[in-house]
C-alpha cells in the first residue's frame, strides 16, 4: 500500500501527559512552538482527530515562521466537527475523514463551507484506507498532532514512520489526564511497539527526541 510518511508529533510533561486532567494542553514553550510551526511548513498535511478539534478549535495553520499552510486532515468518523470551526475558516484546504455513518445533514454542511469529505470505513474511520486515499490526492508527508486516541491508533496500524516529542519540565499528574498514547494498549512489553532513538537535543529547559519506529 503506498500512503504518506508519517510523523508524530506532540509536547507532553515529564509524566507522560499531553494534557492536564482539565484538558488543558498549553505545555509547549515558544522555542517548542516555533520548531512546531516549522515542522508544519515542511509537510504536506497536518492531521488531527475529532477529539483534539472539538476540544482546542485549533487552525493548524503556519504562523511563528514564514511559510505557507499545509493541508488539515481531521479524522472525524461522525463529521461532528462544527461548520465554524477555525481549521474551516482558515487559509488552505481541509479534508475531513468520516465513515459511512456519518449522517448526511452533517456531511453537506461542511461541504458548504469547503470541507472536502473523505468516507473511509463503516462505523469508523479506516485509517489505512484513508492514507491510501491522502496518497491519491498527492499527500506525501503528514505531521500527526493527534490525541492518544488516534496516535495509539495510528501506531498499532502500522502507519507512523517517526515520532517528535518535546518533554516539558512538568509534572501534573491525573488520572483523568490525556496521555501521549492511550486505547486499547498492549498486555506486555514483548508486544509493546518499538522505536530506535535518532537524536536528542536540548531546547533550554526542554528535550527534544526523535525516534524511528522500528519494522
Known amino acids: 500500500m503506498q500512503r504518506p510518511y508519517v ?8 509524566d507522560g501527559k499531553i494534557t492536564t486532567k482539565s484538558g ?3 505545555i509547549s514553550s515558544p522555542i517548542d512552538l516555533k520548531l512546531l510551526h ?3 511548513n515542511r509537510v504536506d498535511a497536518v492531521m488531527i482527530g475529532s477529539g483534539t478539534q472539538l476540544s482546542d478549535n485549533p487552525r493548524l495553520t503556519v504562523r511563528r515562521v514564514r511559510g505557507r499552510n499545509p493541508i488539515r486532515v481531521v479524522v472525524d468518523s461522525a463529521a461532528r466537527t462544527p461548520s465554524d470551526s477555525k481549521i474551516l475558516a482558515a487559509q488552505g484546504s481541509t479534508i475531513i475523514a468520516v465513515s459511512r455513518k456519518a449522517p448526511e445533514n452533517r456531511v453537506r454542511k461542511l461541504q458548504m463551507v469547503g470541507a472536502k ?6 462505523n469508523h474511520v479506516d485509517l489505512k484506507a484513508l492514507m491510501s486515499s491522502l496518497h491519491g490526492l498527492g499527500i506525501r508527508t503528514i505531521l500527526l498532532e493527534g490525541g492518544g486516541g488516534l496516535n495509539w491508533h495510528m501506531l498499532a496500524s ?14 501534573v499528574g491525573g488520572e483523568r489526564a490525556k ?5 486499547v494498549g498492549v498486555g506486555r512489553i514483548s508486544q509493546a511497539i518499538k522505536l530506535s532513538l535518532k537524536s536528542a537535543t536540548r531546547n533550554e529547559n526542554e528535550l527534544v527526541l526523535s525516534y524511528k519506529v522500528n519494522d
Not at 510523523?7 to 515529564?14: F, G, I, N, P, V
Open 7 to 14: 510523523t508524530m508529533s506532540a509536547a507532553m510533561t515529564l
Open 24 to 26: 488543558d494542553s498549553k
Open 38 to 40: 516549522r515542522l508544519r
Open 117 to 122: 469529505v473523505v468516507r473511509c470505513g463503516t
Open 158 to 171: 502500522n502507519l507512523v514512520d517517526e515520532l517528535r516529542i518535546t518533554i516539558a519540565p512538568f509534572l
Open 179 to 183: 496521555t501521549l498514547v492511550e486505547g
